[in-house]
């Protein structure tokens, strides 16, 4: 089975300059969610959906940050416009609510630098 | 407050000695997840373990084994016979059945296996 894939693996980007990042959750997933991990702040949640709706963004840095998940199969995290401050991996992860629990399966992550 | 707390900033061991990962969690809800996940050098977050808040069985997979107490608000991680392998940056992550499926991770221990 395919795990949580993202794209790109890398990112290298100019101040200013709009990312996006992307992400294709576990297919049967009805959560999905986005990370950030800095060594200065470890990891952070910055928003998640269940069934394609936006759950809790209160982890979202500030406007520009923005999450959308059209469908169940892809989900974006953009950042417009890009600081150098948002160099970080950026990790997407999906979930399957059951009854006894559920755990969270993450992608390979996206190493975002902004020069 | 800091709802997992991993007091084991950095840990290092010789090869074949036996290593407890430490992690104390903090929560009023009587339903509640652990989970314990691996990130080698690679990057990449692997799931390793999730036990339920009422199953206190204590679990063995292999040389790994993971001692849940609700005494104390403990789930330690042991890892038997240590690897270089093994080498990685290892969190626990607490989910509230109250707050939904966020996880809250602790900052992390990073394990290195000395050959």
């Known amino acids: 089975d395919a795990g949580v894939i993202q794209s790109p693996r890398h990112e290298v980007t100019e101040m200013g300059q709009e990312v996006t990042l992307r992400c294709k959750p576990i297919?049967?997933?009805?959560?999905l969610f986005w990370y950030r991990q800095t060594m200065m702040r470890g990891l952070e949640l910055l928003i998640y959906?269940?069934?394609?709706?936006?759950?809790?963004d209160s982890g979202m840095p500030e406007d520009r940050f923005s999450a959308k998940m059209p469908n169940a199969s892809f989900s974006t995290l953009k950042i417009q416009p890009s600081e150098p401050r948002d160099s970080a991996v950026y990790f997407c992860?999906?979930?399957?609510?059951?009854?006894?629990?559920?755990?969270?399966?993450f992608g390979p992550g996206t190493r975002l630098t902004v020069t | 407050a800091q709802k997992v707390t991993q007091a084991q900033t950095e840990i290092s061991v010789v090869e074949k000695e036996d290593v407890t990962l430490d992690c104390v969690y903090e929560?009023?809800?009587?339903?509640?997840?652990l989970f314990w996940y691996k990130q080698p050098p690679s990057g990449e977050l692997v799931f390793l373990i999730r036990?339920?808040?009422?199953?206190?069985q204590n679990e063995i997979s292999g040389r790994y084994s993971w001692n849940f107490q609700k005494s104390t608000s403990s789930f330690n991680f042991t890892i038997t016979a240590s690897q270089v392998v093994d080498s990685a940056v290892y969190f626990c992550?607490?989910?509230?059945?109250?707050?939904?499926?966020?996880?809250?991770f602790g900052t992390g221990t990073s394990l290195t296996v000395i050959p």
């Open positions: 992860a999906s979930s399957l609510w059951l009854a006894g629990g559920f755990e969270q399966y």
């Open positions: 297919s049967g997933h009805d959560y």
């Open positions: 959906f269940n069934n394609n709706v936006p759950i809790d």
């Open positions: 929560t009023r809800d009587t339903t509640y997840y």
């Open positions: 036990r339920n808040s009422f199953d206190e």
């Open positions: 992550a607490l989910s509230e059945a109250r707050t939904g499926n966020q996880f809250y």
